[in-house]
């Protein structure tokens, strides 16, 4: 059975900084690209950042480049997302997720919620 286990949103001021992981299991993570989405009540869930399975190659919107950076542990079987110098426009659930085309395979997480206030 896979899971996607969502963790280290909360609160936090403006300008501060939180670091999401993600845990996975029930399959081999090297084989998937990984990536972190956002949604806020309303509105289409957004694609955040993504990071490919081989390579390392990376992708961010263009609101969170140069604030947010997304990694990988192969071996832990973890994914990250360092977000710094948070935004109130970042406040959302975010979600993790685990894709791979051959096979088709498409995982979500529950997610975790952020939320930037003062």
């Known amino acids: 059975q896979v899971q996607l286990v969502e963790s280290g949103g909360g609160l936090v001021q403006p300008g501060g900084s939180l670091r999401l992981s993600c845990v996975v299991s029930g399959l081999t993570l090297s084989r998937y690209t990984m990536s972190w989405h956002r949604r806020v009540p309303g509105k289409e869930r957004e694609l955040v950042a993504g990071i490919a399975s081989v390579g390392g190659y990376t992708n961010y919107a263009d609101s969170v480049k140069g604030r947010f950076t997304i990694d990988r542990d192969n071996v832990n079987n973890t994914v990250y997302l360092q977000m710094n110098n948070l935004k109130p426009d970042d406040t959302a659930v975010y979600y993790c997720?685990?894709?791979?085309?051959?096979?088709?395979?498409?995982?979500w997480g529950q997610g975790t919620q952020v939320t930037v206030s003062s």
């Open positions: 997720k685990a894709f791979r085309t051959v096979p088709l395979h498409n995982y």
